[in-house]
C-alpha cells in the first residue's frame, strides 16, 4: 500500500525545474519518477505546468509540486500499489480532461513513474519484468533510432528538420547498434568539422548544423554512414522526425532555412523526393498535427515503403490512434509517456496501435533526466523501438546504457534486430 507520497523540485538537461516524486510503501519499498519537458509539443498533449511569472524564465514548477503534495498524493495514501493501474486511475480520476492543465501532466506523470517503480521494487522485480508480466507482454531489446544531427526547435531553427537519425535494424545485438553509431556519429562531426559546418551540438546530443539546406543535412548523414564504413541502405538506415506542425502556419509549410514556402502537396513531394533518393525507412510527423487529410495521402502514398509516425498528431492518445486507424493515417505512434500523463493511458495507446496493426515507438523528450524508466517500458513492453535523442550527454547515455543493462539479464538474443531489410522493415 502506497504509504507516502513526496514531491521535490529538481533539475533538467537544459538546466531548466522539474517535478520529481518519491512514492513509499508500507513495508518500506519506494519508487522515484522523474517528468521530461518537451520543446516542440503537441497542442494536445497533457499539459506542462508551469508557474509563469519573472523568475525562472516562467518555467518553475511550484504548482505542479503543490498539486502532488496537496491532491494527487493525499488520494493514494492506502491505495494497493501492486497493479499500477489501480493508481493510475485515481490519478486520472482527479482530473479525467485531456490536457490535465488542473493537476498538471509533468505532477502526473512523475507520480505515475514513481508508483511504478515502487511495484517492481515492492515484487522485487526489474521494472521491465514487472511491465511484461502484468500487460502479458514478450520482453524484448528495443531497436534503437539514434539522433545524428538535431534541428528544428532543438537547434534554434537552424535547419526546418528537427531529427536526423539513424537505425540499424541490421544489427544482431544492441551492441552493435552502439558501435555502429558511435562510428557514424563521429564520421558526422568530422566532415561537418572539415566542411566548416559544425556549430556545436544541439538538445538532445547531435551535431548543432550549420547547412545551408535540409538536404545537405541528408547528403551529409549519407556520407558519415559510408565514411563509417557502412553501405547506406543497407545494416545502417536513415530515419527522419520532420515535426512539421513547427514550420506550419495556416496550412501552409515554410523551410525558412530555404525560404521556401509551400502548401501540403508540395511538402509531400518533397519528402517523396527524399525517400526516393536516401536510404529513409521512417518518418515522422511529415505534415501537420492539424493536417489529417495530408497525413493520409502521405500514408497512401508512402506507407508501403516507410514507417511513418504520428507523435504531435497522435500525443500518445489511445482515441487519436483509433481515429487515425479508421482513416488510414500514419502505421505507426509515437509514445511519450508525458504526452499521455500516466504511464497507464501510455500503455492504452500502444495497446490500440497493436490493435490497428501500427508499430509503436518510446520515446523520450528533448528535456530529459537520469530517468530510464522508458528503456524499462520499451523492453517490458516488448514495443521494438526506442528514441531517446543522440549519442552523447548523460541524459540520453543513460536510456542506451540501461537497455544494456537488461540486456545482461535478458539475453541477447532478445534484441529485435538482426533482420533483414526486407523481411520486417519497410525497404
Ligand atoms: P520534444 O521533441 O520532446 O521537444 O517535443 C521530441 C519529438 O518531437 O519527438
Ligand atoms: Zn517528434
Partial sequence: KIE???????????????????????????????????ASRGSREAWDLRDGGPALR???????????????????????????????SVITSLDPSLLKKDLGGNATVATSMAVLHAAAAAARKPLWRLV?????????????????????????????IQDFMIMVPGADSFDEVMEVTSEVYFAAGDIMKQRGKLAGVADEGGWWPSFDSNEEALETLTLAIEKASEKPGERVVISLDVAASEFC??????????????????????????????????????????????????????GGRVQIIGDDYLVTNAALVDQAADIGACNAVLIKV???????????????????????????????????TISHLATGLGTGQLKVGSFTRSERM??????????????????????????????
Fill in 132 to 160: 511484461a508480466d502484468q500487460h502479458d507482454r514478450r520482453p524484448a531489446i528495443p531497436l534503437p533510432e539514434i539522433q545524428i544531427f538535431g534541428g528544428g526547435a532543438h537547434a534554434g531553427r537552424r535547419v526546418d
Fill in 4 to 38: 507516502a507520497v513526496e514531491a521535490r523540485r529538481i533539475w533538467d538537461s537544459r538546466g531548466r525545474p522539474t517535478v520529481e516524486v518519491e512514492v513509499r510503501l508500507t513495508g518500506g519499498h519506494r519508487g522515484r519518477g522523474i517528468a521530461p519537458a518537451g
Fill in 58 to 88: 516562467g518555467m518553475d514548477v511550484q504548482m505542479a509540486l503543490a498539486a502532488v503534495r496537496d491532491r494527487i498524493g493525499p488520494a493514494l495514501i492506502g491505495i494497493d500499489a501492486s497493479d499500477p493501474r489501480a493508481a493510475d
Fill in 249 to 302: 502556419r495556416n496550412g501552409r509549410y515554410r523551410l525558412a532555412l530555404e525560404d521556401r514556402d509551400m502548401d501540403t502537396a508540395t511538402l509531400i513531394d518533397l519528402l517523396g523526393r527524399w525517400i526516393d533518393s536516401y536510404p529513409i525507412v521512417s518518418i515522422e510527423d511529415p505534415v501537420s498535427e492539424n493536417d489529417p487529410d495530408g497525413m493520409v495521402e502521405f500514408t497512401r502514398r508512402f
Fill in 398 to 427: 543513460a536510456k542506451w546504457n540501461e537497455c544494456l543493462r537488461i540486456q545482461d539479464e535478458l539475453g541477447v538474443n532478445s534484441f529485435v534486430g538482426g533482420a533483414p531489410l526486407t523481411d520486417t522493415w519497410w525497404g
Fill in 338 to 372: 508525458n504526452q499521455a500523463g500516466t504511464v497507464s493511458e501510455a500503455i492504452a495507446a500502444n495497446e490500440a496501435a497493436d490493435r490497428a496493426g501500427y508499430r509503436s515507438v518510446i520515446s523520450a523528450r528533448s528535456g530529459e533526466t537520469e530517468d530510464v
